[in-house]
């Protein structure tokens, strides 16, 4: 079984430019960071040499006694057992965070041999990188890997109806004998998230307890994570956070409240918790605006949020959700007042806008799901998991914006309609393409 990662593309683009600089790939434990950067060195280059921070702690001495990237090149030849060349070998540095020599020495190789393809990972990189610790500032290119979208598990799942997506040129309706096939694909999806070994254990196994059993061990780890590496007084704060967010998220408002953390619990108490999960990659925080303005982040309300999972499988799992419910009507879908598919979109949004989308509400008349940035327009989406799309929230929203274009994601068919283009769930991760497709700013 074979899943194309677009992540590949982006890596292929970073090797060819012409001031390249050493490489960060971010993203929490279990995305596949090590499998992407070996499958890009297996497809790009005659050999990849690849050193684990984590399982060979014996490599530190090399960046410890001496800063020359030449010395240090040529000491990992000899563990690598044949000689590291320039253009013909990627370098691959996991777990870099157990480190902080080696990290620092990414600025060496930039300066000094640049010559030489080198990449770095690591699940905690970044906890590592806000803690204080030295960083080779400027010297270094950054890329986050996310789990598997659901175009990526539809390349492995029924690659057939990838050309029935692509291929979208007009904002009508797609065949109702492919509509059906990729809603029922993307059932699947939610039961095993893009958790690359829940989603093998899914489509090449054939086996659903195995993938509960693989979204449960990740859980476990996550939770391992905590007591390992954060600090002494806050492990167990981010237990408590973390195992709180299907709580947080089954209510009507979904707005982040520390007292469904624990009673009595304080925001002075926790942020720091809550930050380190979000550094850790395994949650996304949104900010309300007071306005929907640019730049967004100029009109952050910092006192209210709402917290989400890093991956929709993971958030079933955490949830108790059987994967039964695929066969139950929409149930997977608008269980726990659609947090799943809340949480889904999200993760779809952050992969194609930059920065992180924010939220509205405009007291308890209307809240509109996320904001989003098109070029320089501030686009409402509103997120339906259901066939129903009535809103008086995006009415209210629009009434007082005026926006040209607003999104509502629904299991209805795709339509553009008086300014709103309907887009079904499964096709999220065209979002990016079905705007620039469909709208021109004026």
Known sequence: MEIFRRSINQLIEWQNKPKRKPLILQGARQVGKTWLLNEFGKKQFKQVAYFNFEEQPELKQFFTGTRDARRIIGNLSLVFGKPIEEATTLV????????NEALNALK???EKVPEYCIVSAGSLLGVALTSGSSFPVGKVDFMTLYPISFMEFLSAASPDLLPVVNNISKPEPIPEIFFNRLLEQFKRYFISGGMPEAVVSL???????ETQTSLQNILNAYAL???????VNDFHKINYIWTSLPSQLSRENKKFLYQSVKPGARAREYENALEWLKNAGLIFKIN???????????YDDLSSFKVYMNDVGLL????????IAIAEGNRLFTEFKGALTENYILQSLIQQFEGVPRYWTSGNQAEIDFLIQ???????VEVKSDENIRSKSLAVYRKTYSPEISI????RNLKLDDGVLNIPLFLADNTFDLIKTFYSPK
């Open 408 to 411: 509502r994601y629904s299991l």
């Open 92 to 99: 691959v540095f996991d777990e870099i965070q157990e480190c």
């Open 108 to 110: 060496y190789f930039y």
């Open 316 to 323: 079933r799992r955490m949830s108790l959700l059987n994967p």
């Open 374 to 380: 098109y070029e320089n327009e501030i686009i409402p």
């Open 225 to 231: 994570d905590f007591t390992k590496h954060a600090s």
């Open 203 to 209: 489509l090449q196994n054939q086996n659903i307890d």
């Open 288 to 298: 309300k605006v007071a306005a929907p303005r640019l730049p967004l982040s100029a």
